[in-house]
């Protein structure tokens, strides 16, 4: 019998675990985290997953409650393999589609059923990704589904399908080196010096965004100053390890993850609060108003697309303003559109009766240029076409040096709410090159035996971004494939 060591417990990791043990492997997952903080990544997250469908009735297998009465009046839309592929293309700067995007795009249907037969479940995004219009939920941007709870949850029926199959986890236990005997890997050394054998390890362990100085040496200088949104366990120990023995760094190093997020954000998602909760500091509704910078100005087009394509973007982009700020700024037609982060009980925010009154309590700001800047955009705002965020709706400014492309209304209607935002690194795009088996590879692409990789430590995945709720996916994609190719050894 196959014994398999996994080093991580979110959701690649119990992917690759679940796959392994119906393959009939035994499986060991070692967590460097206590059981509270344990999942990495995952439990920061919404808990949405994008995947290819034809049209509504491909859910229903993946729901928990496929009798949920605002189905019949639910329109879902389609999501083709073919759209899937043309959004990733929207991200990889005139790169064609990877063998790992093309995985990506092929297995994510198979993959969520997948889970779905494991009775890992699913449920509508009706708060966030659906608008009501003349009686129907309409859907908008290919995003429709996430696991109930969130990204708490997912971790929850994963861990729960896991230890039904007979997989054990450890907590407190980090995976600190390798052990080799003739090129083959065949087990780890853990912190507490513990030497481990195992058949074949994958490393599922998280890529290196909570790691200042890998930041700046593979994203940029000012990378140390950027909130780290997501567990601060993710240092990149999978990526140190795998290179010390030849494995070929693979991907787009030079990218990231990276949301906006509330300036006063506590380390982590504050620790001191629910994991569920954690994820609130996050801040993307600045497609229905506008943001400013530490000058006055606007620096983004917020309304250029969906919010699901432009907020992995859009982080990155408040890092290089300068301070590494800017202020979110909405009038009363929008609040009771915000996000529910936004009326979450630790969300920072000022807010004034007038739009004149709001600019002084903007700190930080150049408050005559930004009193410039957001008049000439409301006086740009076309108000010939009517205001639908269900669509790209072409409500556009006209005649400013950077438009709003959509949503585009002005700021008119008291109160005014300004929300301190800063960039919010979520995971590192750059990675380990695994073949497809999951089985990492060298420099001259010949694998290392016995040593496979899933999740954030997957190069060429994602290269300037991404759409909402790939991320997800492809832990699952990627660790369903390392699980069944260490399994088979």
Sequence with gaps: MTHIIIAGSGNAALCAGIAALEKGATVLMLEKADAALAGGNTKYTAGAMRFAYEDGADLIPLLKDPDDPRLPHTDFGSYTQEKFGADLLGFNDGRPLSPEQQTLIAESYDTLKWLGGRD???????????FEKDGRH????????AAENE????????LAAFKRLGGEIRYNTAVTDLITDDGHVNGVITNTGER???DAVILACGGFEANADLRQRHIGTDWDKAKVRGTPHNTGDGLVMATKLGAKEYGFFGGCHATPMDLHMSDYGNLDIPPGERKNYRKICYFLGVMLNANGHRFVDEGINFRNYTYAQFGAAIMEQPDHFAWQIFDAKVLDLLYGEYHFHDAHYVEADTLDALIPMLDGVDHAQADQTLNAYNAAVDDGTAFDPTILD??????????KSNWAQRLDQGPFRAYPVTGGITFTYGGLKVDQTGAVLTDNDAPIPSLYACGELVGGVFFNGYPGGSGLTSGAVFGRRAGYGAASI
Aim: no cysteine; glycine share 16%; aromatic share 12%.
């Design 120 to 130: 890992v479940k699913f449920e509508p995004i009706y708060s966030r990704q659906s």
């Design 138 to 145: 309409v859907f908008w941007g290919g995003l429709t589904l």
């Design 151 to 158: 990204g708490v949850g997912l971790f929850d029926q994963e």
């Design 196 to 198: 481990l054998n195992a």
């Design 394 to 403: 072409g409500k556009a400014t006209q005649g400013l040096p950077l438009a």
